[in-house]
């Protein structure tokens, strides 16, 4: 049985402008690292990214993506230091709590998001998606 996410791993084309990115830009911890890869948390959760000759030139077109948990009153601070690096926006929130869409140095897009699933779960009774059902 399913006892959660145990980790995300992301094919990067730089190791180190990567591991720069998403310590100095994003904030996440770093733990271990080694020639082809590294590992930093996020949270109680892990990232690991992986140094790969296939890695994407850009964003796919679909909307996949990884967001991080932000507090609510930490949240404009958060999106303004990542801005200030000049990173790409790839959307604008329109969803439910702040949120912050941009991408990684590879393309791989990311969000920063203020809110969980119980306040996301609020607003869709205040304003349901089409068709939507709701479980236990």
């Known amino acids: 049985m399913i006892t959660g996410i145990n980790h995300v791993t992301l094919a990067v084309s730089d190791l180190e402008r990567s591991f720069s990115f998403y310590t100095a830009v994003i904030g996440l911890r770093p733990v271990a690292k080694w020639a082809r890869g590294a590992y930093l948390l996020a949270g109680e959760g892990w990232i690991c990214l992986s140094l790969d000759a296939e890695t ?62 119980c306040s996301r779960l609020a607003a869709l009774r205040q304003q349901p998606y089409e068709g939507l059902e709701l479980y236990d």
Do not use: M
């Open 56 to 117: 994407r030139h850009g964003p796919q077109p679909e909307y996949t993506h990884l967001a991080f948990s932000v507090d609510r009153a930490t949240f404009d601070d958060c999106a303004e230091a990542i801005r200030s690096c000049n990173v790409v926006l790839w959307k604008e929130n329109r969803s439910e709590g702040d949120s912050l869409y941009f991408l990684d140095p590879d393309g791989h897009k990311l969000e920063i998001h203020a809110g969980d699933l």
